[in-house]
Structure formats: structure tokens, C-alpha cells
């Protein structure tokens, strides 16, 4: 038997616009984000085989309260040990921030999981691509069929980019309100492109912003010439408009994956963290799906919540990193006068004693990389 455990980060019941009493709008979050303050959905499956099911719960639960002895926060020997509590304040250059303690329980892990052939697979779904997904996708794909576009994929794409990056406030509130149709949503979202061009193409630009005009005039185009062929219906037909998280696609990701491991799903039990439905899981025709459980009195949610938070961190700080100045190629006479962005480098001034958890941390991942 095999049995799987799934935990996440950044889920959401609902996905709205910043803008209202409660949460004014800003360009640089654009939408409300839950506790977890995460642009993305990100999930972990962890797979652990009956014969080593045993083997991993006893280590764990020893290396967690062997963590907990040292902590003030378990002093009184009662709580259960999170990701969060792990990392807190001791991430803020990502895993080159990480203290010894959780450095040596990371690696501590890690080398559970890989002596015990533990399994993982990662998937993230980008929030806003949720609300072009529903708004849009039938769209693309009848432009698909015709022959229409170039690629659905690069343009799908470069609607996602330019709505995360560049969209104002006004297309934003108008793609997350349930009462706009989608066809104006789309006038808005063609007057803002044509706008952000005119405001551009006098700037005496280098690679980047030469490939995003080229791309932004390339969305113009199609969609002045196709949003003809855009239709309401599946829209309006929805029973609840508001943007929710669509677990399908991370079934969709789950199934890729056990196809490739080839096992036979009979011989799968597939546990679920608190919060967590079981219905879209039941397509993979699993032996037995629990959901609601409480991870206190489950290893394996507990292993995969460790797990997530620490790579669900790390695509968020890799991301914040990664966000350029958008005022300077306005401001600036020439975008010559604006700075590249680049991942910084304090994310990568490993001290020697954090090298052997990242060896691990990508045997772990890929399975080929030598320890």
C-alpha cells in the first residue's frame, strides 16, 4: 500500500480585487491574499510506501520533539511543531537566513525522506491566471481551433504577465467582479494596453522593455481583430461567479504524476489536511480517500506542512525578488538609467555549514544529483 498525504499554502475560499473599505488598493498587490500572503497556490503530495511507513513516523516523531526541547515556544512540551515555527524570522534571505537549529532539522528530514525512498511532488496554480482561466480559456481555445492565434500558450501567457505586472485598477476590480461581463472586461483590458504602448514607445528602451511592447502589441492585435468571437454564456451560465481556487488543476498535476510512477491507484490511500475536500480527488479512483483529518495525529501532514512552507517561501521570496521598478522607464529619459533586476544575491551567500542540506535538498527533488 502506498499511502499519500497533501498539504498547502496560500489557498484562498474566494479571490477579490483590492479596493474596497476594508483593503485599498495597491498596484504592487493587486488582490486580497489570505494569511499566507502568497500570489500563488502551492501544494505538496508526499508518498510514503507501507513498509516504510513505520520506520518514518518513529523518526519523525523523534526529530520533532527533539526540536521542541530546545524551542520556548514548546517549552511546556505541548503544541504541535509547524513550518512556520521552523522558519520564523529566520528566512529573510530564504534558506542562506536559516539558523542552525532549522538548518540541522531540514537535513534531518531530508535524510528520513530519502533513506526511506519518500516521494514528492510540488504544483502551483498563479492566482491570477485563476480568473483568466475562467474568464477567458473558451475563448482562447476557439481562436486555437481556427487557426487564429499564433500560440494559446504564449498568449495565454502574456495576458496572465500583463494583468499580474502591468493591468490598472480598473481592469483589475472589473475581472473580479462577478457583474462585469467578460466582454467588457476585455474592452478595458485592449484601452489598457493600447495606453501602456503610447506611454512606452518613445522611450529609448533595451531588451526588456523591447520584448514586452512586442508582446503587449501583439496582444492588441489579436484581440482587436478576435474579441468578436467573445461570448458570456459559460460565464453567466456559472452558478457562483466569484474566483475560487480550482483544485482540478492540482488533480489534474496529482494524476500526471501518478501515471508516471506507475502505480496501481488500488493501492492508494490519499489523506487530506483539514479544509481540504475530498470530491475533486475522486477521479483519480484512489483505494481510500480521508479528508478533515487533523495533522496532529497524522506524520505524514505534518511532513508534507514542513515541507511546503519551506518551498512555498522560497518561490515567494524568489518572486518578490524578481519585480522591476515599473515608474523608472517613465521617469527615466532612457531605460538605460534603469537597473536590471536581478534574484538577489544575499539568497545565495551560503556559509559552508548549509551546503550539505541544499546536496540534499535537490537528491531529494531529483533523484539524480549525488549525495
Not at 224 to 247: A, P
Not at 331 to 352: D, P, T
Request: net charge positive.
Amino acid at each position: 500500500m502506498e499511502y499519500l498525504y497533501i498539504d498547502e499554502k496560500g489557498t484562498q475560499e474566494t479571490i477579490k480585487a483590492l479596493g474596497n473599505n476594508k483593503t485599498p488598493y495597491t498596484d504592487e498587490q493587486k488582490i486580497e491574499l489570505g494569511t499566507d500572503n502568497m500570489k500563488d497556490f502551492i501544494a505538496t503530495v508526499v508518498k510514503i510506501s507501507d513498509v516504510h511507513l513505520e520506520n518514518v513516523e518513529y523518526r519523525y516523531s523523534n526529530l520533532e520533539e527533539e526540536y521542541k526541547a530546545k524551542s520556548q515556544k514548546f517549552k511546556n512540551g505541548k503544541g504541535e511543531l509547524k513550518g512556520s515555527d521552523i522558519l520564523k524570522k529566520n528566512f529573510k534571505n530564504g534558506i542562506a537566513s536559516l539558523n542552525k537549529r532549522g538548518l540541522k532539522f531540514y537535513v534531518d528530514l531530508v535524510d528520513i525522506l530519502i533513506e526511506n525512498k519518500v516521494e514528492n511532488h510540488v504544483f502551483v496554480v498563479n492566482k491570477i491566471g485563476l480568473v483568466i482561466d475562467k474568464r477567458f480559456t473558451d475563448w482562447i481555445l476557439k481562436l486555437g481551433e481556427r487557426g487564429y492565434l499564433p500560440s494559446i500558450y504564449r498568449f495565454k501567457y502574456s495576458l496572465i504577465k500583463y494583468v499580474e505586472n502591468e493591468a490598472n485598477k480598473e481592469v483589475i476590480q472589473a475581472l473580479f467582479n462577478k457583474d462585469t461581463s467578460s466582454g467588457s472586461v476585455l474592452n478595458l483590458i485592449l484601452s489598457d494596453i493600447k495606453a501602456f504602448i503610447r506611454k512606452h514607445k518613445k522611450i529609448r528602451y533595451r531588451d526588456r522593455l523591447d520584448a514586452q511592447l512586442k508582446s503587449y502589441k501583439e496582444l492588441k492585435i489579436l484581440i482587436e481583430n478576435y474579441k468578436i468571437y467573445l461570448t458570456d454564456e459559460d460565464f453567466k451560465n456559472e452558478s457562483d461567479k466569484f474566483i475560487r481556487l480550482n483544485w482540478e488543476k492540482a488533480v489534474f498535476s496529482i494524476d500526471l504524476w501518478l501515471i508516471e510512477l506507475n502505480i496501481d491507484r488500488g493501492e492508494i490511500e490519499l489523506s487530506l489536511d483539514d479544509g481540504i475536500k475530498k470530491t475533486p480527488f475522486d477521479r483519480l479512483k484512489l483505494a481510500k480517500i480521508h479528508e478533515g483529518l487533523d495533522s496532529k495525529n497524522h506524520v505524514g501532514l505534518r511532513i508534507a506542512d514542513v515541507l511546503i512552507v519551506l518551498i512555498g517561501n522560497c518561490i515567494s521570496k524568489l518572486t518578490l525578488d524578481m519585480k522591476y521598478d515599473k515608474s523608472c522607464f517613465l521617469q527615466a529619459k532612457s531605460a538605460e538609467n534603469c537597473r536590471e533586476i536581478y534574484i538577489g544575491l544575499q539568497l545565495f551567500f551560503y556559509i559552508k555549514s548549509q551546503y550539505p542540506f541544499l546536496r540534499r535538498i535537490r537528491h531529494f527533488s531529483t533523484g539524480s544529483f549525488p549525495l
